[in-house]
């Protein structure tokens, strides 16, 4: 029989979707055939079926990489959710009994998702070596590479732990990695003969438009005249989840009849599932997010993405962009610009890494340690919460000090005479990973400022050439809202005040609903 | 409002002699014999746990408010304890609140029974449309595997259980006030609707996200115990609270069951070893055994205030469970007896604090 049809075949049963999107296909015969790829595959296109699908039909385990663990929790949910369950994961945050009842059980699964650092470990690592891996997953794979938007510095020790796994079949997944960040991925891996497949990225059915205010008030301003006029799936995005929740409970009060709710990775993870639930269900019109929002969410028809703050960098600005239209419908991406946004990311650029000071408190927290012949703690919570930094400064401070030889997993090893030419070195990769940002920066200030067609220039750095707009193209091609005339869609008021009647249909259903 | 209520009353029932950190704990229904004790003495046992996830913040603020208002005032003795003003009676007699709290009984049982019920109506409502992939709407393996067994009976007739829910829950909803009833029904979440965030509540009913969480506890209390005195009027309801009531039960022995019905119908220790012709000692091995298993043991019964801090002060410099460490530790008049029920009763908090 034709291999094709058997793989949509496979698709259909396991998926239940007929036909594979571009690009899919291609990179599930390679890795099938053993053959390591890198695909880059914009936002929305269904990276994940190029290794769900893989995972059921390889004997083996298929191990996935990825770098947030509530993304990787929300897709295991998913799966389970979509009947796919033979899936797990092995994260930092789950307690060391929900770890073990994983370990335990490893055999049984197709999928496995993990967190980078746990790799770390030897007892994982042990585990791992012992059970057959048909296929290694790195998604977001930028994160590899010095220059992508993301950098992992435990991404960049993935070489070592794929030959240690006996140099599984690799595929590495992108959505936003421009040409040079491809060429990292390839490199940091060591597999020079890897195969690229690299989809275009850029999305015909959507509007650019770039709106240069004076300041917040007219922000707001601008966001309720469009609400008013447009009642569609709209994502706002900011930089500060206060800011977020502000503008949220404003836009509720002064838009009584939409439906407006606010979404950070500060809130409960019930309230954060419940808030995308409801997005998803259309039950909600709105919703004022952080960049926390959206991955894994896969709703056709979001037709309106308002930035409010400027992203830092083009890269996340495509990601977040891209969660516009997915039905190919025309859809519009809307950057509010104020002169007085200019100070708030170069501010979050410098909270990101670790400053001076954070670097001397670490300093002394060592030497304390070393002078009491301790270890540091098991938990790196603990560690967190002693030095009062967040997580992924943490782990950048860690791996440098392990690549610097101060410390070896929780030993310090080093004497206190080495340290001080060891700091000065991280304080310089700091100062130029901080260099490297505030150029991306100006990248994204650029093309705010930018006269000729934003969709050309948005995506010259990433592919050499981008389709024509389907529908209006940007507002430097004389975009005008008048023109756009989305298909309104109208949120139900489905919880109204009547109980009775909300209870009935909740449990019993609408007597009167036509079929 | 109905925080800003709870804490004044607490404030009146304390009378000084425990700080907010105690009501705090109350709220929370922190898994300590010094809060139960607590609960009891200053009979404040109907709030204990009736808010596990308030934020201490949230309280000083509040009693910040409080102060500020005239209503409490700081204790003269103790800078860090405060006491009910005139105005405070005044505001308390002004503003009755109509909301039902069962703490003490309540507080491990309506968690289960809110979670079963909410992932059952989802699962329900979802199947009868055939949709099996949806995000559960709760996340507790106990109570998934529950979920997965009444499922299994009820596959195939989704529509009429759901429709004797219905009708069971109109019943007793009919009986709460309005807005009681409508934040119970908002947080529900069925085929395609999903329920609403606290937050969301709070801001359709315009209160706090506190007092949002209290009048949906109060509304979980209400249905427990209208289920509870009517297992017959409302059997899908009692479904839900099936293995809760009767799990600790379950683990005493037969002869301790009956030594305690006596003790509820009012007989005392010396009445009870008459009547069953055994031996006092043997109802106090009985009574230690309730004890262990028992959410609202009364131990205040049979150990005074006084007592039990004395006991848990000579457990903490002992270090040890021995009886015999712990009684040279204590003044003469204090028993083995007593000794072993407060051990007992820390013994039970402990494991459920696990």
């Known amino acids: 029989m034709d291999k094709e049809i058997v793989l949509e075949k496979e698709l259909e049963k396991h998926f239940q979707f007929t036909s594979f999107r571009e690009g899919q296909k291609e990179i599930i015969q390679d890795v099938l055939n053993g053959k390591n790829v890198l695909g880059i595959l914009p936002t929305g296109s269904g990276?994940?079926?190029?290794?769900?699908?893989p995972s059921v039909l390889l004997e083996g385990l298929t191990i996935v990489i990825s770098p947030l663990i509530s993304l990787m929790i929300d897709q295991v949910k998913k799966l389970k959710a979509h009947n796919f369950k033979k899936v797990a994961s092995l994260n930092s945050f789950m307690n060391p009994m929900e770890r073990r009842r994983v370990i335990n059980n490893m055999h049984q699964y197709n999928l496995l998702f993990v967190s980078p650092e746990l790799l770390q470990q030897e007892h994982i690592m042990k585990l791992l070596q012992r059970l057959q891996i048909s296929l290694f997953v790195i998604d977001e794979a930028h994160c590899i590479s010095q220059w992508g938007h993301e950098f992992r510095p435990d991404y960049l020790r993935l070489s070592g732990i794929i030959e240690k796994l006996g140099n599984p079949t690799i595929l590495a997944l992108s959505a936003t990695a421009t040409p040079s960040v491809q060429d990292d991925i390839i490199s940091s891996l060591k597999k020079p003969k890897m195969r690229k497949h690299v989809y275009p990225m850029d999305k015909p059915n959507i509007s650019f438009c770039v709106d240069k205010l004076e300041n917040e008030q007219e922000k707001i301003e601008k966001i309720v005249e469009l609400l008013s006029t447009y009642r569609v799936p709209t994502l706002i995005y900011f930089s500060s989840r206060n800011t977020a929740e502000n503008v949220a409970k404003l836009l509720s009060e002064k838009l009584k009849e939409v439906q407006v709710a606010f979404y950070h990775?500060?809130?409960?993870?019930?309230?954060?599932?419940?808030?995308?639930?409801?997005?998803?269900?259309?039950?909600?019109?709105?919703?004022?997010?952080?960049?926390?929002?959206?991955?894994?969410?896969?709703?056709?028809?979001?037709?309106?993405?308002?930035?409010?703050h400027v992203p830092l960098q083009l890269e996340s600005f495509i990601q977040e962009i891209g969660r516009a239209g997915r039905d190919g419908k025309s859809s519009v991406s809307l950057l509010l610009f104020s002169r007085q946004d200019i100070n708030m990311p170069s501010n979050m650029i410098k909270n990101e890494l670790p400053g001076q000071s954070v670097l001397s408190i670490v300093y002394q927290y060592l030497h304390h340690l070393y002078n009491e012949g301790k270890d540091l703690p098991d938990e790196e919570v603990e560690i967190e919460n002693i030095l009062q930094i967040n997580e992924i400064q943490w782990r950048f401070l860690r791996y440098q000090l392990e690549k610097h030889g101060i410390i070896k997993e929780n030993k310090i090893i080093a004497t206190p005479e080495t340290w001080k030419d060891v700091f000065q070195s991280i304080f310089h990769i700091i100062k130029s990973r901080n260099k490297h940002k505030?150029?991306?920066?100006?990248?994204?200030?650029?093309?705010?400022?930018?006269?000729?067609?934003?969709?050309?220039?948005?995506?010259?750095?990433?592919?050499?050439?981008?389709?024509?707009?389907?529908?209006?193209?940007?507002?430097?091609?004389?975009?005008?809202?008048?023109?756009?005339?989305?298909?309104?869609?109208?949120?139900?008021?489905?919880?109204?005040?009547?109980?009775?009647?909300?209870?009935?249909?909740?449990?019993?259903?609408?007597?009167?609903e036509t079929k | 409002m109905i925080l800003k209520w709870i804490l004044l009353t607490c404030y009146k029932h304390l009378n000084g002699e425990r700080t907010t950190s105690s009501i705090f704990h109350l709220l929370k229904g922190k898994r300590s014999i010094q809060t139960v004790q607590d609960a009891h003495i200053y009979k404040l046992d109907q709030y204990y746990g009736i808010h596990k996830r308030i934020k201490k913040v949230d309280i000083d603020a509040v009693t910040q408010e409080l102060l500020r208002a005239g209503y409490i005032q700081h204790h003269a003795v103790n800078e860090s304890s405060f006491i009910i003003t005139g105005p405070g009676?005044?505001?308390?007699?002004?503003?009755?609140?109509?909301?039902?709290?069962?703490?003490l009984m309540y507080y491990e049982k309506s968690d289960v029974f809110l979670d079963r019920l909410l992932l059952l109506i989802q699962t329900l409502t979802n199947s009868k449309e055939n949709n099996f992939s949806f995000i559960p709407i709760v996340e507790n393996p106990k109570v998934e595997f529950w979920v997965k067994q009444i499922y299994r009976k009820v596959k195939g007739k989704e529509a009429s259980f759901l429709r004797n829910l219905y009708n069971e829950l109109h019943i007793i909803l009919n009986q709460f006030p309005d807005k009681e009833a409508e934040i119970f029904v908002d947080r529900l979440t069925a085929y395609k609707n999903f329920g609403l965030s606290l937050f969301q509540l709070a801001e359709k009913h315009q209160i706090t996200e506190d007092d949002a969480h209290l009048v949906h506890t109060s509304s979980i209390h209400r249905i427990l115990e209208k289920v509870e005195n009517d297992s017959i009027e409302f059997p899908v309801l009692s479904l839900f609270l099936k293995g809760l009531s009767n799990e600790m039960m379950s683990q005493i022995t037969i002869s301790a069951k009956e030594t305690y019905q006596l003790l509820q119908s009012g007989y005392t220790i010396e009445q009870i070893a008459f009547t069953r012709r055994l031996?006092?000692?043997?109802?106090?091995?009985?009574?230690?055994?309730?004890?262990?298993?028992?959410?609202?043991?009364?131990?205040?019964?049979?150990?005074?205030?006084?007592?039990?801090?004395?006991?848990?002060?000579?457990?903490?410099?002992?270090?040890?469970?021995?009886?015999?460490?712990?009684?040279?530790?204590?003044?003469?008049?204090?028993?083995?007896?007593?000794?072993?029920?407060?051990?007992?009763?820390?013994?039970?908090?402990?494991?459920?604090?696990?």
Request: with cysteine; proline share 2%.
């Open chain 2, 279 to 354: 031996r006092e000692n043997t109802i106090n091995d009985h009574i230690v055994e309730i004890a262990l298993y028992l959410d609202d043991f009364p131990i205040w019964n049979y150990v005074k205030e006084q007592e039990q801090t004395e006991i848990l002060q000579a457990i903490n410099q002992a270090k040890s469970h021995k009886l015999k460490e712990i009684k040279s530790r204590v003044s003469e008049h204090i028993n083995y007896f007593q000794i072993r029920l407060v051990l007992a009763m820390q013994a039970r908090l402990q494991k459920q604090g696990d």
């Open chain 2, 89 to 103: 009676i005044e505001w308390l007699e002004k503003h009755t609140i109509d909301i039902f709290f069962k703490g």
């Open chain 1, 47 to 53: 990276k994940s079926i190029c290794y769900q699908l």
């Open chain 1, 265 to 308: 990775a500060g809130m409960e993870p019930s309230d954060r599932m419940i808030i995308q639930q409801q997005y998803m269900n259309d039950q909600l019109d709105v919703i004022c997010c952080t960049s926390a929002f959206g991955m894994g969410i896969d709703k056709a028809n979001t037709r309106l993405i308002i930035h409010y």
């Open chain 1, 438 to 512: 505030e150029n991306k920066l100006a990248e994204m200030l650029k093309w705010i400022h930018d006269d000729n067609c934003l969709r050309q220039s948005l995506y010259k750095s990433f592919q050499p050439f981008s389709s024509q707009a389907t529908y209006q193209c940007c507002s430097n091609c004389g975009f005008s809202w008048n023109e756009w005339v989305p298909e309104q869609t109208v949120t139900e008021v489905k919880r109204q005040s009547n109980w009775q009647i909300q209870l009935k249909r909740l449990l019993i259903g609408d007597t009167n």
